[in-house]
């Protein structure tokens, strides 16, 4: 087999693991502010009015946590390797990106840290991936990543 045709094409996808939908994470906060905002209506009720103050602010606070979770819950990596270019799709929140490397030039560089992600680098772009997976997962696309870019004559 010729070195420049890899066998087949290579691809992941890794996804952000949340299991909460967006009914659910409505429902937490519901949950959570109910019992804050009854508390905090009972001090009113006796004449301490921070506390209603300190009550919203704490729901606030939890609103914006929950909305961010809910923005990023859908974000992923995918990358597609195949004899011509690697094509590295993210998506963050509400921000998509896509990146098309060249095969020859495309080098994985070793992380410093086993919870810093994975860095493909390019001609001086790099794009970090695999920010979604634990040390070990991590390491496991490191190495097959480095085997199919060896392997494919890349």
């Keep these: 087999m010729p070195r420049d045709v890899p066998s087949e094409p290579r691809s992941w996808l890794l996804e952000r693991r949340c299991t909460l939908t967006q009914r659910q994470l ?3 906060f519901v949950t959570l502010c109910v019992p804050s905002a009854l508390v905090a209506l009972a001090f009113l009720w006796q004449g ?4 209603l103050v300190y009550a919203t602010l704490e729901q606030a606070a939890l609103a914006a946590c929950l909305r961010y979770c809910a923005r990023h819950r859908d974000d992923y990596d995918r990358i597609d390797i195949s004899p011509g270019v690697i094509v590295v799709e993210q ?3 509400r ?8 095969p020859r030039t495309t ?7 086993d919870s810093d992600p994975i860095q493909l680098e390019d001609r ?3 794009i970090e991936v695999g920010r979604f ?3 070990a997962q991590r390491r496991r696309l490191a190495d097959e990543l480095a085997v199919c870019l060896r392997v494919q004559g890349y």
Aim: proline residues 6%; hydrophobic residues 35%.
């Design 107 to 113: 080098r994985l560089l070793p992380p410093r840290r």
């Design 48 to 51: 301490y009015w921070y506390v």
């Design 91 to 93: 998506r963050r929140g």
């Design 124 to 126: 001086g772009e790099q």
């Design 95 to 102: 921000q998509r990106s896509k990146l098309r490397l060249h």
């Design 26 to 28: 409505a429902l937490v």
């Design 133 to 135: 997976l634990d040390a």
